[in-house]
């Protein structure tokens, strides 16, 4: 059974990625920021037992602890899903937009590198695997159009450009590595006026495990369409 972890599956677009993926036969390592979550993901996947293990502690942490527990627990996972992410809202002064930045890139940028670059060596002699960075199209220099959100920009921007590095640094390994947007999506980040719904922007992120996503290594996509940087 093919291990995937998953960074918040409590909500999201991380809990729609969990149960599919335990529908699809994987097995999941679910990492939230709160065991207090665990309660409601365990009736979440009644019918999934022994297919799933829970792990709790915050993005903002230097959780390597938790990443040698998972290690030792489970081995090397083949699929990796950074999915957690933050979106803070950029009012006020420099300073406060400033320190938006850098709170953002906590959560955002060095919490996904911090287990890729754990796990990314150990995966290299896996027969097959994937990395793949939840990105957003805010993040593209090419497709702002409007300005603004500087923070929540950034942060993305900069994990595409760790996740493009990761890429060409595990190019020739069997490991295909992606940054994703997943659409605009009815989330509590989203908000309820966002047009897709969570099912879609699974569907798109799934792409990602398909044997046609080796062509699209190093890629910033959504489903299988191609990004502007
Ligand atoms: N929704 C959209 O329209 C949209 C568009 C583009 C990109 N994205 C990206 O898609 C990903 C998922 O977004 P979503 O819409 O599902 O967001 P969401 O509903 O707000 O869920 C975010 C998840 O990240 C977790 N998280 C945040 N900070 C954390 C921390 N310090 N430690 C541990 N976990 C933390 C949250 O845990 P808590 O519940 O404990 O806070 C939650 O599980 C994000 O990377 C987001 O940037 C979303």
């Not at 290690?71 to 400033?98: A, Q, W």
């Not at 287990?115 to 695997?129: D, N, Q, T, V």
């Not at 994937?130 to 603004?148: E, P, Y």
Request: charged share 20%; glycine share 8%; aromatic share 10%.
């Amino acid at each position: 059974m093919k291990k995937v972890l998953i960074t918040g599956i409590n909500t999201g677009i991380g809990l729609g990625l969990a149960k599919h993926l335990l529908q699809e036969g994987y097995f999941l390592i679910g990492c939230v920021r709160k065991s207090e979550y665990f309660d409601l993901l365990i009736a979440e996947f009644r019918d999934f037992k022994n297919q799933y293990a829970l792990y709790a502690f915050d993005l903002k942490s230097d959780f390597t602890d938790k990443l040698q527990e998972i290690e030792k627990n489970h081995g090397v996972p083949e699929v990796i899903i950074n999915n957690s992410g933050i979106f803070l809202t950029d009012t006020g002064d420099f300073d406060s937009v400033y320190n938006n930045i850098i709170n953002s890139l906590e959560v955002n940028l060095k919490a996904p590198m911090r287990i890729c670059e754990y796990f990314a060596a150990k995966m290299r002699s896996l027969p097959w695997g994937r990395i793949v960075n939840i990105s957003s199209r805010m993040g593209s220099l090419g497709d702002n159009t409007s300005g603004g959100y500087l923070s929540y920009r950034s942060s993305k921007a900069l994990l595409n450009m760790y996740t493009i590095n990761l890429a060409h640094q595990m190019a020739d390994t069997n490991i295909v590595v992606l940054t994703m947007h997943p659409g605009w999506v009815k989330t509590r980040m989203g908000g309820m006026v966002a047009p897709d719904e969570i099912g879609t922007s699974v569907e798109r992120i799934a792409f990602a495990l398909t044997e046609e996503a080796r062509e699209f290594h190093g890629e910033f996509l959504v489903g299988k369409e191609k990004l502007p940087w």
